[in-house]
């Protein structure tokens, strides 16, 4: 995922299909940099889900009458083009979920409860959202396995000396995050996945924070599962997908029982469908995966790879004005590696206080410790402020940050 050359994106026709974005907020137009948390929806999200209801609404895979056959086309065909936009070679490797952290609980329990056992090593790092700690820290707690941890350097990158190192004792899984939501640190992803094969270790990315911003391809990455929410790429809340290597299915046991995801079922026992459906119990958020559909096809129309420079643009903007300031920047210092993401501490201010001061100016930014409280005591902060960009935040937006941020400071020191 490197920057390029790329034609520059049209942001102001891509800001007109945010209505949102024309918006005040405190009174001044508002600046959205909180878009890692959740990203804003083009119109056709809003539409594709608004049209699922008003003309096909219907339960997926249970009836034959006409709305059901659409419901379940549309659905159908929405799994297609998640498989499409991240490489994987057929729809049937990508299974629904509510979104990356239901995701990451599939693995750790379908394929883990069956594969780790007391003493195997599960390999995380300390740079994990705790969507990619905790189902792993609750695996170990039940099975008896032992947790190891890839460091991160002061410039905020995996240790790769020590990853390969880890690797080298084989562990059982390797679960990392392509990129950081903190430090916008990207991965070598293919590489560790190739270090990580080689010595017989599953491969779990958290690709939460890569799909949005990037090209992604599962098959040339050459993991075994990658996972990611909706909402963070342009997509509704409450759907996303695990995308699966298909052969890992052999691997894995039903997680969530009862509807839909049974062959036969007996008082006493049951017979299970075929993956993915095997791991889909329930009602799906069909709406939903029809219209993360429409956010994947914007995104795919913007260029991935275009987004991903614009987002170092901006990046590189607010960094270069951040640092005569005195903030100290979580991360790596060269843009291109951490695009859209610039977590900082102010020293003597509170995050909260900064980000107050920002939404007083109609700038929305996170404050706090981002769900990732292992990283911030790696870096000695309990909390931080974090400003986060996509495809459609101007420069002159990256600038109103330093603003603002200049504006707090000079208003705390008096
Ligand atoms: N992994 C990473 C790297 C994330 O950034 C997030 C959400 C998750 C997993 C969990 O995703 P979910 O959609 O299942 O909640 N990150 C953030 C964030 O940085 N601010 O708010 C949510």
């Known amino acids: 995922m490197t920057a390029t050359a790329r034609p520059a994106l049209d942001v102001a026709a891509i800001r007109r299909e945010f209505p949102i974005l024309a918006t005040e907020a405190r009174g001044r137009p508002l600046v959205y940099l909180d878009s890692a948390a959740t990203s804003q929806k083009p119109r056709s999200v809003v539409e594709a889900l608004s049209d699922f209801y008003l003309t096909s609404n219907s339960n997926v895979h249970r009836s034959v009458h006409h709305l059901a056959e659409r419901a379940t086309t549309a659905f159908e065909s929405a799994r297609a083009r998640v498989a499409r936009f991240v490489g994987a070679p057929a729809p049937e490797c990508v299974v629904w979920?509510?979104?990356?952290?239901?995701?990451?609980?599939?693995?750790?329990?379908?394929?883990?409860?069956?594969?780790?056992?007391?003493?195997?090593?599960?390999?995380?790092?300390?740079?994990?959202?705790?969507?990619?700690?905790?189902?792993?820290q609750m695996l170990a707690k039940r099975t008896g396995a032992r947790l190891r941890f890839v460091p991160v350097t002061d410039d905020?990158?995996?240790?790769?000396?020590?990853?390969?190192?880890?690797?080298?004792?084989?562990?059982?899984?390797?679960?990392?995050?392509?990129?950081?939501?903190?430090?916008?640190?990207?991965?070598?992803?293919?590489?560790?996945?190739?270090?990580?094969?080689?010595?017989g270790t599953v491969t779990v990315v958290d690709g939460a924070q890569a799909l949005p911003h990037g090209p992604v391809d599962v098959t040339a990455l050459g993991c075994d599962f990658f996972a990611f929410s909706g909402h963070k790429a342009l997509g509704p809340m409450g759907v996303g997908a695990l995308v699966c290597?298909?052969?890992?299915?052999?691997?894995?046991?039903?997680?969530?029982?009862?509807?839909?995801?049974?062959?036969?079922?007996?008082?006493?026992?049951?017979?299970?469908?075929?993956?993915?459906?095997?791991?889909e119990a329930g009602t799906p958020a069909a709406a939903d995966a029809v219209a993360l559909a429409a956010a994947l096809d914007f995104l795919e129309r913007c260029d991935p790879a275009a987004v991903?420079?614009?987002?170092?643009?901006?990046?590189?903007?607010?960094?270069?004005?951040?640092?005569?300031?005195?903030?100290?920047?979580?991360?790596?210092?060269?843009?291109?590696?951490?695009?859209?993401?610039?977590?900082?501490?102010?020293?003597?201010?509170?995050?909260?206080?900064?980000?107050?001061?920002l939404d007083g100016r109609g700038i929305a930014v996170r404050a706090g410790h981002h769900c990732a409280q292992p990283l911030m005591k790696r870096f000695g902060v309990v909390a931080t402020t974090r400003a986060s960009f996509y495809l459609y935040n101007t420069e002159d937006e990256a600038a109103a940050l330093a603003d603002g941020v200049r504006a707090a400071v000079e208003y705390f020191r008096r």
Not at 165 to 183: D, G, I, Q, W, Y
């Open 97 to 136: 979920t509510r979104g990356t952290t239901e995701a990451l609980n599939l693995v750790a329990n379908a394929w883990g409860s069956r594969n780790v056992g007391p003493g195997d090593a599960i390999l995380l790092t300390e740079m994990e959202h705790h969507a990619n700690l905790v189902p792993w």
């Open 245 to 279: 290597r298909r052969e890992m299915y052999d691997a894995m046991d039903p997680w969530q029982g009862g509807g839909e995801m049974i062959r036969r079922v007996r008082l006493e026992e049951s017979t299970y469908a075929e993956a993915p459906i095997r791991f």
């Open 308 to 357: 991903h420079a614009h987002e170092v643009r901006l990046t590189a903007i607010a960094m270069e004005a951040l640092r005569p300031l005195g903030v100290r920047i979580l991360g790596p210092e060269d843009p291109a590696d951490r695009a859209g993401i610039v977590t900082f501490d102010v020293p003597g201010l509170h995050p909260h206080d900064v980000a107050t001061l």
């Open 156 to 199: 905020g990158r995996l240790d790769l000396e020590a990853a390969h190192a880890r690797l080298a004792e084989r562990p059982k899984v390797f679960a990392f995050t392509a990129k950081s939501n903190v430090l916008g640190t990207e991965n070598p992803v293919a590489g560790l996945c190739r270090a990580a094969r080689a010595a």
